[in-house]
């Protein structure tokens, strides 16, 4: 025991050291962890073993599946984006440019299935066509929306939206995951620090003892490990706080904090992905906007019946009967061709009327313990033992370096 206290008193300053490494090596290896699960967004090195792609951007469809199931069937459905839209105070937002549209509808129709007839009608009496139109065009896309609302899941793919603008968007969909777990990433961290300490005391007190060289890497290992697979614990568990030893209380970090990140999670959602634009384009072009331009059809041929009762037939006859229904067709997809452009006219309103921060927090405060962890638990659980694993190799490695250094200096 002496010759113990001799050497250790003769060498101290090496010896503490081996906590602050410990310490050093829980947190370099939490960083490179959480730089691992989000960068590079493309692969880097050679495919398919040698190199590396961050875990989120890697498994882009499949994490947006996931995020987006908790959004859609947990948060939101599309009827709660669709419906609270006013058809008359839509058409009333965009009726100046929808009269615009009209006129160059009509002319445009006019010209292509009758140009002889259109050209030589006075400039006065194809004012009275085109105002006709522009009159009863507002209340026709008021009409469309009331269909569109009636049988919203239909012709609105939320899930395809949502999915389709986090894969085409691997930054945003890293963002999803960084703004939820920011604190909780910060935590991983800095707890290495505290867990990889603790764990070089230990190591110092078992080297100083034996002086095996097999000792240090094996507790770099240790501490690469048990470090991380610790803090994801922390992270996650218990979902109920829970008193320890009569002395401290814990709930999972990210549980703890369920007010303040579906308030960060609400803005960024409604800020990025479930935006008008993003909706109206989703109706507009998505993979059902073949029903909507079915609806407008149908509208088309509904006021046309409505207003040429008496002059179709002659309609018909001028045209002729296929032509006819081509010139139908021609209305719908010129107007959906418009409409893009058109509804942008009421983004602001939308924006107000849809409030979909406010809906997404106020699901998000709801939600099961379960169910609110899923909005992070993925990001971990995708090769999380890749990190846990690539953790413990390099806290081996730096133990391997400590066994020189150690080696060296206590000579």
């Known amino acids: 025991m002496d010759a113990i206290l ?52 890697k498994r882009a469809a499949r994490m947006a599946a996931i995020a987006c199931d908790t959004m859609t069937q947990q948060l939101i459905r599309p009827s709660d984006v669709i419906e609270r839209l006013d058809a008359e105070r ?47 065009s507002p209340r026709m896309i008021g009409e469309v929306l009331e269909a569109i ?19 085409k968007d691997k930054r945003l969909l890293n963002r999803i995951f960084q703004e939820a777990g920011r604190k909780e990433f910060q935590f991983i961290a800095r707890s290495g620090i505290v867990f990889g300490g603790l764990i070089g005391l230990v190591q110092m007190v078992v080297w100083v003892l034996f002086k095996l060289p097999i000792i240090m890497p094996l507790f770099g290992l240790f501490t690469g490990w048990f470090t ?9 568990h218990p979902k109920q706080p829970v008193r320890y030893f009569g002395l401290f209380e814990w709930q999972g970090l ?64 001028a045209v002729g009967s296929a032509r006819y229904q081509g010139m139908k067709r021609r209305i719908a997809q010129l107007i959906m061709a418009r409409l893009p452009e058109t ?20 699901k998000m405060k709801e939600l099961e313990p379960e169910e609110f962890e899923g909005l992070l638990r993925p990001a971990f659980q995708q090769d999380e033992w890749i990190l846990i694993a690539t953790g413990a190799l390099l806290g ?12 060296h200096f206590a000579r």
Request: aromatic share 8%; glycine share 4%.
């Open 6 to 57: 001799e050497d250790f008193a003769r060498h101290w300053p090496v010896y503490c050291s081996i906590p602050l490494v410990a310490a050093l090596i829980g947190y370099v290896t939490k960083l490179v962890a959480i730089r691992m699960m989000f960068q590079p967004l493309e692969f880097v090195g050679i495919k398919p073993v040698f190199g590396w792609q961050g875990i989120v951007p």
């Open 90 to 136: 839509v058409a009333k937002e965009i009726e100046k440019p929808l009269l615009t549209a009209a006129e160059e509808i009509v002319r445009e129709v006019a010209a292509e299935y009758q140009p002889g007839l259109w050209e030589s009608l006075p400039a006065q009496v194809q004012r009275v066509i085109i105002r006709r139109v522009q009159a009863e």
């Open 149 to 167: 609302k009636a049988d919203v899941d239909s012709v609105f793919d939320l899930k395809d939206m949502v999915v389709t603008s986090l894969v």
């Open 228 to 236: 991380d697979w610790l803090a994801l614990k922390m992270i996650f």
């Open 254 to 317: 990210f549980l703890k904090r369920r007010a303040e990140v579906s308030e960060s999670y609400g803005e960024l959602i409604a800020k990025e992905i479930i935006t008008p634009h993003n909706v109206i384009e989703a109706v507009l072009r998505g993979p059902l906007s073949d029903r909507v331009l079915a609806l407008i059809q149908r509208q088309v041929d509904s006021e046309l019946s409505r207003h040429a009762s008496v002059a179709k037939p002659l309609v018909v006859m």
């Open 343 to 362: 509804m942008r006219y009421i983004e602001d309103y939308a924006e107000d009327a849809m409030d979909i921060r406010n809906l997404l927090v106020t």
């Open 396 to 407: 081996f490695a730096v133990g391997e370096a400590q066994v020189l250094l150690l080696e």
